[in-house]
């Protein structure tokens, strides 16, 4: 069992930055691909960003590239999402996930992974 916290979300201005934290529990959370979602009112959730288990391989979605980071603490215990440039269309709560999705495109599908945060509220304002 992995439980998941996310933190770091607020409201920002436009061009602003932000880093969310994923806070895990659970001794198998090292063994986890961890992801990044967003969610914005009336739309489906959408792939933000993820990382391998060991930390060499890093995917994001095209509109964030670039932009944003993604990367774990050496024991695997906190995820992180540094966000720069942010822009209005970036508001949205933003979930963490854990998963072993074993294709690349995978990495990218919600379904690829088991747990989940309750997410954190990020608003960029223009």
């Known amino acids: 069992q992995v439980q998941l916290v996310e933190s770091g979300g607020g409201l920002v201005q436009a061009g602003g930055s932000l880093r969310l934290s994923c806070a895990a529990s659970?001794?198998?959370?090292?063994?986890?691909?961890m992801g990044w979602f967003r969610q914005a009112p009336g739309k489906e959730r959408e792939f933000v960003a993820a990382i391998g288990w060991n930390m060499r391989s890093t995917y994001y979605a095209d509109s964030v590239k670039g932009r944003f980071t993604i990367s774990r603490d050496s024991a695997k215990t906190t995820g992180y999402l540094q966000m720069n440039s942010l822009k209005p269309e970036d508001t949205a709560v933003y979930h963490c996930?854990?998963?072993?999705?074993?294709?690349?495109?995978?990495?990218?599908?919600?379904?690829?992974?088991?747990?989940w945060g309750q997410g954190t509220q990020v608003t960029v304002s223009s």
């Open positions: 996930a854990a998963g072993r999705p074993t294709t690349a495109q995978a990495m990218g599908a919600a379904n690829s992974y088991f747990y």
């Open positions: 659970g001794r198998t959370f090292s063994s986890y691909t």
